[in-house]
């Protein structure tokens, strides 16, 4: 089976004019063959996200115009646009809705669903998108709308901003990319106002975005970042806040929005595979945007000198929102016309520079979370998540049932480039139930093709092995499909394992179930609202390799050999406190430096020559 959303590179998407103009003229012949009698444009399907999408399809009517003048689109922007403005427009308090500070205040909003009290809590962002909508119809109105019209939208935007500024709380949802685009949507309203008014809207905007935003930003992986849903980061709305930061950049030259993206830009390019995988987010785990993320991937990885365009997007929304029938439809339209309006190119070249949370090379990466243990490792064109044993997971030693990973104390990291090979050396003290504090030293080395994981820590009494990862995905062309199995060798013995028990606890990879639907099925409250990063942490046990130390280690130590993708015999040897050598290259971890990191040596082959970070 394929995995349903993450699909091909959003870089492989031709983003000349040409291109684009042809996809304007599909929206317009779709648009004027679905317009009524009344000026509606929201597809005949439309149920939630509804109440800004026709205003989205007259935006992208009138950027078509702009673009190509055809004569047809005048009138349909005129009819489309008094529908929106005479029927999709609310003033009475929705009920139910919970996060008013003013009642009855008379200020219009737009409804996620437009029956009374039917699912309300949607209406805080749903206002967002219509104030977003309706400020590119007005950057975008020239010779096309007329004053009586433009007059009475410039008024429904003030509006839409002082409900969502006044009337509610800001940002009811804890969700990053809403409150940047309610941001965003502020600084471009600041620029169809009188000049009076101009300047206080505008430093009102970036007042909320510094004091309700900026300073609440979450620490994850070594970046400060926008908080969504609850969470750190979310793989579908992180790379959305990443255009929104660019839209922020580009309309406002303030520099905390270039920082903070920039910032952003590498969090992403440093937990992304190679490939384009990555899972996890307090929302959707593994459901990835589209175009809504290209203008914020495509501007920062130019500012960053990154390849964030290997990123996987979701191709059933390649170019905008569709339904299930294919029909376009208006959610998110503004960021299609922004993406449009950026000419930024594609920076296609991944980053040379050593990134704390990153090893990259060629077809292999390594992902790393916080307490740098992998959270995605790739190679060979599989995925391999960090697999769980008893409640615990990660990748590293295992005795008795505890998984040796979790630090307690500092990390140590170097990186090395010599002869053609990238490494990474992590070292990190860690406590297990005997309370004895144990340094486990994990050495990744990789030629680009394949990812060579020594372990070393000092001698356990007993049989441990080497929680080595959950083999869950491979690349298939332009699709990624579930496997049960990777291309994984290991110096000692090596064995694969299924849970022994069933159940939505036990994550069993020759299932027909996606990470994404396990961690839901773990979570505390409903799909869509409650978290699955959550929800995957009471994961019991799952598939995964499991490999035993390797023969010839020194006494003092125990270590664990495995390497990750093609090759022919794995027979490392050890040597010292700590000597490695295999087939392809020869390392030494030597003594520690005047900061506690250990020294690393690396050369290809069987010799040594000393090549430091």
Known sequence: MHLPRQLGPLHDLPSTPEAYDAVLADVVEQALAR???EGNLEHPDADDDIGDTSLGITSLLALAWQRSKDARLPDAVHRSLAFHLRERVYTEDNPGYPNLTVRDSGLPYARYVLE??????????????????????????????????RTELTELARGYWRWLTEATFF??????NQAIGCVVGGLMLARHVPPEEAEPLRERALALYAEKIRAHRVLDRGALLPPEHGGAYDNNYGPISLSFLAQAHRISGEEMFAEDG?????????????????NGGPRYSEQHSAFESVLGLRYFGARIGSDLGRYRGDSRWARHAVKPDGGVDGHFAWMLVWQIQDTTPWHRD????????QLRAGSVSVAFDHHMTPALVEAAGTYHLPAAVNRQHGFGPVLDGFLYCRPMGEIRVRDVHADGLTAKLVSKPVVGPDHVLRHVRSLYVTDGTSLWVTVAVERFTGTPYLLSGLPYAADDGDRVRRVAQGEVTAAGALRLTHPALQGPDHFDARAELTQEQAAFALAADPRGYGNPDEGWRHLV????????????APEHLHVFAVR??????????FEGDLTVRTEE?????????????????????????????
Request: charged content about 20%.
């Open 541 to 552: 046990t799952s598939t995964a390799y499991e490999a035993e130390p390797a023969p010839g």
């Open 35 to 37: 317009l009524t009698a």
């Open 262 to 278: 920039d910032a952003l830009a590498r969090y992403i390019d440093a937990r992304l595979t190679g490939g384009g995988f990555d």
């Open 350 to 357: 991944p980053s040379t520079a050593p990134a704390r949370h």
């Open 171 to 176: 940002n009811p949802q804890e969700a990053g």
């Open 564 to 573: 990750y993708g093609p090759g022919g015999d794995f027979t490392p040897s």
């Open 116 to 149: 009374a009290g039917a699912h309300p809590i949607g209406d805080w962002p749903s206002t967002v998108w219509a104030l977003l909508q309706a400020v590119n119809i007005l950057d975008l109105a020239d010779g096309l709308v007329d004053d009586e019209q």
């Open 585 to 613: 290259f020869t390392a030494a971890i030597g003594a520690e430096d005047a900061h506690g990191v250990p020294d690393l040596t690396l050369t290809a082959g069987q010799g040594l020559s000393r090549a430091r970070r």
